[in-house]
Nanobody, 126 residues
Framework: QVQLVESGGGLVQAGGSLRLSCAASGRTFSNYAMAWFRQAPGKEREFVAGITWSGGSTSYADSVKGRFAISRTNARNTVYLQMNSLKPEDTAVYYC???????????????????WGQGTQVTVSS
């Protein structure tokens, strides 16, 4: 059974930083692209960042480009999201997700991801 467990969320002031982690188990982590999504109250879940199975390519939503960085350590079955220069509009529950198909480029559609974590709350105060 595949499990994804996020950690690292919290309350931070605008301009601050947080690093989220997502630990995976249950299948060959290094075969699958991983992504971070977020969902703010009253809004749909949206793509934030993704990284290919090898870590060789990344993709970001326009709203976070230049501020967030996704990375992975396959030896530790973990994917990270470094968030800098945080803004109040970054406030949301952040979810990590594992691609449904192995060895492909990053895709941004929610339906392409088969497994999801439980989410971690990020709150940015102004």
């Amino acid at each position: 059974q595949v499990q994804l467990v996020e950690s690292g969320g919290g309350l931070v002031q605008a301009g601050g930083s947080l690093r989220l982690s997502c630990a995976a188990s249950g299948r060959t982590f290094s075969n699958y692209a991983m992504a971070w999504f977020r969902q703010a109250p009253g809004k749909e879940r949206e793509f934030v960042a993704g990284i290919t199975w090898s870590g060789g390519s990344t993709s970001y939503a326009d709203s976070v480009k230049g501020r967030f960085a996704i990375s992975r350590t396959n030896a530790r079955n973990t994917v990270y999201l470094q968030m800098n220069s945080l803004k109040p509009e970054d406030t949301a529950v952040y979810y990590c997700a594992s691609d449904s198909s192995p060895f492909r480029m990053v895709v941004s559609g929610r339906q392409e991801y088969e497994y999801w974590g439980q989410g971690t709350q990020v709150t940015v105060s102004s």
